[in-house]
């Protein structure tokens, strides 16, 4: 038999090297005390640049409280964090409940509705979102907003089937944003394909139907060949965002 090949040591975070990113780890920082409490065993770990510092506080916490604790992934990046950080890695098939999942966002209204899906894992995220007993949303304060869309400009993103994406553009043409496109990969290589082989749309509504993001959300759910739309509304039961100050906003 042969001996498996040493795990890699624990990612140590580079220190922030922006106001940006020390805002990050200020808000993931913060929501961990917070939220990651000792009696947490199973912790949902989501997407973007944010959640690296999330895991990064979870270690601190130390081996003793984290050996008795599995952690469920989002997708491919937050698989390789917890993997690199030797914590142990799960799946929301063994764990379909989770005490806490913390993710980002893309933007955050006063309702703590938002938008997410930038990176294009959203569906995964709302499974492991909608999983838990507590999803808290961490993001720096470019994130933090009143009406969704008034921020994230890209429309909200879409995952779609990828035999009706044409159908889908079409229909969400006629629901009010003309301007919905397929997201391509870089250098326009072709389309991007997300962790479950489907197509991401980015549609860009008016600000009057952002105002009311459950009603769009449910008009764009309806729309045959739609996997998931990334709004999550009424899902989240706090969100931090670092300022630039070094204070926490806590919604
Ligand atoms: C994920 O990462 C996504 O839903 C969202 O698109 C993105 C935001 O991440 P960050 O701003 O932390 O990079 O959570």
Redesign the pocket.
């Given at each position: 038999t042969s001996t498996p090949p040493p795990l890699a040591a624990p990612p140590k975070a580079p220190p922030p090297t922006s106001t940006v990113e020390a805002s990050?780890r200020l808000a993931a920082w913060t929501a961990v005390d917070r939220h990651i409490l000792p009696e947490h065993k199973v912790i949902g770990i989501?997407?973007?640049?944010?959640?690296p510092y999330v895991v990064e506080r979870i270690v601190a916490q130390g081996k003793k409280v984290n050996k008795d604790r599995v952690f469920i992934p989002?997708g491919f990046q937050s698989k390789e964090l917890i993997v690199n950080a030797q914590l142990l890695l799960g799946d929301v098939d063994q764990y379909p409940v989770i005490d806490v999942t913390i993710?980002?966002?893309?933007e955050v209204d006063h309702d703590l509705n938002?938008?997410?899906?930038?990176?294009?894992?959203?569906l995964r995220?709302k499974v492991l979102a909608e999983a838990a007993d507590t999803f808290v949303l961490?993001?720096?304060y470019?994130?933090n907003s009143s009406v969704l869309g008034t921020m994230f400009k890209q429309g909200i993103?879409i995952e779609v089937v990828p035999f009706a994406y044409t159908k889908i553009l079409q229909n969400l043409h006629l629901l009010g944003s003309p301007n919905a496109v397929l997201r391509m990969a870089k250098a326009k290589a072709g389309p991007v394909v997300s962790d479950n082989g489907n197509f991401i749309i980015d549609a860009p509504f008016p600000e009057e139907m952002m105002k009311d993001p459950y009603t769009l959300l449910t008009r764009i759910k309806m729309l045959t060949g739609v996997v998931e739309v990334?709004l999550f509304c009424h899902m989240a039961k706090a969100a931090y965002f670092g300022n630039q100050d070094g204070s926490v906003t806590i919604k």
């Amino acid at each position: 038999t042969s001996t498996p090949p040493p795990l890699a040591a624990p990612p140590k975070a580079p220190p922030p090297t922006s106001t940006v990113e020390a805002s990050k780890r200020l808000a993931a920082w913060t929501a961990v005390d917070r939220h990651i409490l000792p009696e947490h065993k199973v912790i949902g770990i989501g997407s973007g640049s944010t959640v690296p510092y999330v895991v990064e506080r979870i270690v601190a916490q130390g081996k003793k409280v984290n050996k008795d604790r599995v952690f469920i992934p989002t997708g491919f990046q937050s698989k390789e964090l917890i993997v690199n950080a030797q914590l142990l890695l799960g799946d929301v098939d063994q764990y379909p409940v989770i005490d806490v999942t913390i993710d980002g966002a893309d933007e955050v209204d006063h309702d703590l509705n938002c938008i997410k899906g930038g990176g294009g894992c959203h569906l995964r995220e709302k499974v492991l979102a909608e999983a838990a007993d507590t999803f808290v949303l961490v993001a720096d304060y470019r994130k933090n907003s009143s009406v969704l869309g008034t921020m994230f400009k890209q429309g909200i993103p879409i995952e779609v089937v990828p035999f009706a994406y044409t159908k889908i553009l079409q229909n969400l043409h006629l629901l009010g944003s003309p301007n919905a496109v397929l997201r391509m990969a870089k250098a326009k290589a072709g389309p991007v394909v997300s962790d479950n082989g489907n197509f991401i749309i980015d549609a860009p509504f008016p600000e009057e139907m952002m105002k009311d993001p459950y009603t769009l959300l449910t008009r764009i759910k309806m729309l045959t060949g739609v996997v998931e739309v990334g709004l999550f509304c009424h899902m989240a039961k706090a969100a931090y965002f670092g300022n630039q100050d070094g204070s926490v906003t806590i919604k």
